[in-house]
């Protein structure tokens, strides 16, 4: 008798699904001027909303202290690892002579930190300059280690994100670099805190809705290792090896910034948002929103940034229903892929 | 070159799912025997997490000052809505002889206060009652409205939930029934602060994330209306009446209760919770989580509750991605049911 409701397929589900979160979610990131409270906080944590809060690490004594000169100064003698690139493409999708993509990892290289900066500095001011493009990056904690005699300059943790979340940060990240690097379109586990110190960042925000838009591809995984020495010193000595034994990377290969190519028939649904980080300005990027980031410098021809990754607690509907998201998505692309060959 | 990911079909999506969710979150609700905080409860609101506050509204006049004399006293001479329904089975699934299946709504009586609460504890007491199960519940707000004479026992609102949610309750609701009822398995768009009054209240509560369990139909609505006169004598004086014009409502079919029959193909991947609500006793219960209701009785043979319902927040991704659950999961069941087609 009754009849079950006409089943949507997985393509209408997920443009209805697109559709209401953008009606129902602001199209920019909420500007704050005063810092939150704990609850505050858990307000934006609970609907999982970036924020920026202007001027929100200015007092810092990292905003107030670093320069070239403070951190060479404080650094002097100190090795850190620094991520070697030809086009300041680390962590991204490349594209190979015959057509294929791979993700490719940079050429990790312990430098003095002040080589280093010399390096990130001259390729800002001198056009002539031919090395690879250097980021003083890991990810790994690195403020709390290889940086520690400048640690100190960074609160060990956000009081605000620590008291609402009940926990320290999981990892503090320094980032040093210049204009010459991008960081391609991904996300992460974590509640981000991010502060920008020296130049300034340019977001390009995806919520985690969006993980159909973005073109997740599972990818051979590649690393650029130098041509002959350990230490190329120009860009074209680096070439890209594939990992042996052999390995992939599920990555985005949609750019938000190039969007009429890689898409998926859910692409031109996204919505990015973008947010311009000047120095002293702090950013909540909420677990799993896709991010790209570009530089600018500081008048000494370096950008520099901060961030902390805390937990995120995977407890709740958030973590397995952001999962399924992708699931759906990347079934109904496969589906649409079969029902609509075309050459790639 | 490069290969899809293999799609996953829905239906082993779903699985992962609600695999997923069971293997992060507990199987129990969580026991307080303290209020929270706003920020503590904030933390419950963004996991979309139930808990149980033991005691949470003994210290409210209602918990102890409200008793059938004293009910009745404060009441004398006003009338109140009361659902009336042969078998206690108000806004719930009803099979009709032919097999068929409708949503079924109670007979909306007016009736004197003390009348009502005299055929609720009658039907309690005496074995040889005949006459209809009452409910004197509407959900629309009847504490601060028919029942305003003793609204003031009641707390205007529940502060953490009022300076978390920043806003005062949308509707206050009295319930006022007896063990004879069953309010079946349903959903609401709100958070909801539900205190128990008299006697006891049993929960079985299912998360949001069980959408493709509980076995959505759309029914047609129907209504017991009085056979003869519009005051029914006997229980089955109420006759089904389908509404006219003809109308539907989206239903769950699956008891948890009754496992075994109505079942969806992943109804038995359902981990009900139960709970049960002592005197003074208040549960949280969030947004869209499933709930069936009995009841049991105080020694005057009566039940009776206040509940606050909270607007929830349809910002941020919960509400667009509960919908999308639930639309997948519907398609999945209409898909297997047409490759497994069987009579219903
Ligand atoms: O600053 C960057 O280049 C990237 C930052 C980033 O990806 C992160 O903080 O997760
Ligand atoms: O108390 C009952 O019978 C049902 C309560 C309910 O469904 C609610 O508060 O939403």
């Known amino acids: 008798m009754t009849s079950?409701?006409?089943?949507?397929?997985?393509?209408?589900?997920?443009?209805?699904?697109?559709?209401?979160?953008?009606?129902?979610?602001?199209?920019?990131?909420?500007?704050?001027?005063?810092?939150?409270?704990?609850?505050?906080?858990?307000?934006?944590?609970?609907?999982?909303?970036?924020?920026?809060?202007?001027?929100?690490?200015?007092?810092?004594?990292?905003?107030?202290?670093?320069?070239?000169?403070?951190?060479?100064?404080?650094?002097?003698?100190?090795?850190?690892?620094?991520?070697?690139?030809?086009?300041?493409?680390?962590?991204?999708?490349?594209?190979?002579?015959?057509?294929?993509?791979?993700?490719?990892?940079?050429?990790?290289?312990?430098?003095?930190?002040?080589?280093?900066?010399?390096?990130?500095?001259?390729?800002?001011?001198?056009?002539?300059?031919?090395?690879?493009?250097?980021?003083?990056?890991?990810?790994?904690?690195?403020?709390r280690d290889e940086y520690a005699s400048i640690s100190p300059d960074v609160p060990s943790s956000v009081p605000f994100a620590r008291i609402a979340l009940q926990k320290d940060p999981e990892n503090v990240n320094m980032w040093i670099g210049n204009s010459h690097t991008t960081t391609a379109l991904h996300h992460d586990p974590y509640h981000n805190i991010y502060a920008q110190i020296l130049g300034g960042k340019h977001f390009v925000l995806l919520p985690p809705i969006e993980a159909p838009c973005i073109n997740e591809k599972t990818l051979p995984a590649a690393t650029y290792r130098p041509r002959n020495s350990t230490a190329p010193e120009n860009a074209q000595d680096l070439v890209v090896q594939f990992d042996d034994p052999p390995d992939t990377a599920p990555f985005a290969c949609w750019d938000p910034d190039n969007p009429s190519v890689n898409t998926t028939a859910f692409s031109h649904l996204s919505r990015p948002v973008r947010v311009t980080l000047a120095e002293g300005d702090m950013l909540y990027l909420p677990a799993l929103w896709y991010h790209k980031v570009s530089l600018s410098c500081s008048e000494e021809g370096i950008c520099c940034s901060v961030n902390q990754f805390y937990d995120m607690d995977f407890s709740g509907p958030f973590w397995p229903m952001s999962g399924f998201v992708r699931s759906i998505g990347l079934s109904a692309i496969g589906e649409k892929q079969k029902k609509e060959p075309h050459n790639e």
Request: net charge negative; with cysteine.
């Open 4 to 143: 079950s409701p006409s089943p949507s397929d997985a393509s209408s589900a997920i443009e209805e699904l697109l559709s209401a979160y953008h009606d129902l979610n602001p199209q920019s990131v909420e500007e704050l001027h005063e810092e939150p409270s704990p609850l505050e906080f858990m307000r934006f944590v609970a609907q999982n909303k970036p924020f920026v809060l202007r001027k929100g690490a200015s007092s810092w004594a990292a905003c107030r202290r670093w320069n070239c000169e403070y951190l060479s100064e404080a650094m002097r003698g100190q090795s850190v690892k620094v991520a070697l690139t030809p086009m300041g493409n680390a962590d991204s999708v490349l594209a190979l002579p015959d057509g294929a993509q791979c993700f490719i990892k940079p050429f990790e290289k312990e430098e003095l930190f002040e080589e280093a900066l010399a390096h990130i500095r001259s390729q800002s001011s001198d056009p002539s300059y031919k090395g690879p493009v250097r980021y003083a990056q890991t990810q790994n904690d690195n403020l």
